[in-house]
């Protein structure tokens, strides 16, 4: 797509961006709700968050919480 189209509020594909920006955010906080010795949920979901599967070599450590002090 040309880095200059604009994208009307109203049209399909604001629509289909809107929906897609929910599902990523949706999925990005169910990531963050993982342990990092979790691997497999994390895989799971990073696999429906990209569309696609990734292997067992795949590794991701999800943020810490913030601590309070």
Same mark, same amino acid.
């Given at each position: ?10 049209? !399909? ?5 809107? =929906?897609? $920006? ?5 999925? #990005?906080?169910? @990531? ?8 497999? !949920? ?5 696999? =429906?968050? $990209? ?5 067992? #070599?795949?590794? @991701? ?9």
């Amino acid at each position: 797509m040309d880095a200059h189209r604009w994208i009307g509020v109203r049209s !399909p594909e604001f629509r289909a961006v809107s =929906e897609r $920006i929910k599902v990523a955010t949706r999925l #990005s906080s169910k @990531l963050s709700s993982y342990r990092w010795d979790e691997p497999e !949920p994390i895989r799971e979901v990073f696999e =429906e968050l $990209i569309g696609k599967p990734v292997d067992d #070599s795949f590794h @991701l450590t999800p943020p810490s919480p913030p601590t309070t002090g």
